[in-house]
């Protein structure tokens, strides 16, 4: 896949691109059947899938309060993920107020004609394009009939599955609901965190921790409580483990911290960037008697764990 990050007229010429529109946060189900029709139609003209997305999200530059966006996917998770669904070419455009200001004649135009000469653009019919969503479906049709291109719907139950995709991963990731999460997306929900310095704790219980910072600070992290989970490594390896996502209350009840507990594992990794996969929610957030009790109950968390894991 090539991915073009700049609007530039050096853009390559794409050979009867079809071409699709969207934020494809998550690149759940919803999005995958989106891009199977994307894929199919290219392979029936002999042509090139192009996915247009925007970064940063059109909702951190219009939204009254941006701060709110949460993203089930950073920008380098979403090109590993459509690259992994076989798509052509990614052309992320960058997203500021006055791209958002184009009229909706001009997004057709100056923007999608212009740097794309599409074959073919699918979208759904309530597609809505332009300053203050003034395009649609019709007039992308008209457009699309004066300036040689194909309009393509996305069908409606599948517009339908997808809405129903997002709404449902970020509930079930805001519930602990792993399950329901990663059924949605259709892999685990991962995210990536670098190693850094903690107190220490852990390793003094026998459970020393990898304490991770997720750099983005628009990634949606589940709620607080225990994970059976997978680790991958820099060097590609990945291992077994157990995360935990909170304040301790047991120990200071202050700072949300997310730390794993990579299984049968001692390297010394600070500093390197590990990927997290969630399997299965173990349990809610306990403050314990002690350091005894949170010790043995750790014990009993490790062994769910692994048995969750061994069955995956």
């Known amino acids: 896949m090539q991915v073009h990050r700049e609007l530039i007229d050096s853009l390559p010429v794409f050979r009867n691109a079809v071409v699709t529109i969207g934020s494809f946060d998550g690149v759940h189900i919803g999005h995958r059947q989106i891009i199977q029709q994307l894929k199919q139609e290219a392979r029936r003209i002999g042509g090139e899938t192009v996915i247009i997305t925007f970064h940063p999200h059109p909702r951190k530059v219009v939204s009254s309060v941006p701060g709110d966006v949460k993203l089930l996917t950073t920008l380098p998770e979403k090109i590993q993920l459509l690259e992994e669904a076989g798509i052509d070419h990614l052309v992320i455009v960058p997203f500021d107020h006055v791209f958002s200001d184009q009229t909706a004649e001009q997004y057709i135009g100056d923007f999608l004609h212009r740097y794309f000469r599409p074959h073919t653009v699918i979208i759904g019919y309530d597609h809505r394009f332009g300053k203050g969503r003034e395009g649609d479906y019709q007039l992308m049709e008209t457009y699309g009939s004066r300036l040689g291109f194909e309009v393509k719907e996305i069908p409606a139950e599948v517009l339908h599955e997808l809405v129903i995709s997002s709404t449902r991963i970020r509930e079930a990731l805001g519930e602990a609901d792993i399950v329901t999460a990663n059924e949605f997306l ?127």
């Open 186 to 312: 259709g892999y685990p929900y991962f995210f990536e965190g670098k190693v850094v310095k903690g107190n220490q704790l852990g390793r003094t219980l026998g459970y020393p921790t990898a304490n991770l910072h997720i750099a983005s600070e628009e990634k949606l992290v589940p709620s607080n409580g225990v994970y059976a989970v997978t680790v991958k490594t820099e060097d590609g390896h990945q291992h077994g483990g157990m995360m935990n996502i909170g304040i301790r209350p047991t120990i200071d009840g202050s700072t949300r911290v997310i730390e794993v507990n990579i299984f049968d594992f001692d390297r010394d990794i600070y500093g390197q960037e590990l990927v997290v996969s969630l399997h299965r929610y173990i349990r809610g957030e306990v403050k314990f008697s002690g350091l005894d009790a949170l010790k043995q109950q750790l014990s009993e968390d490790r062994i769910d764990a692994m048995r969750f894991l061994a069955g995956q």
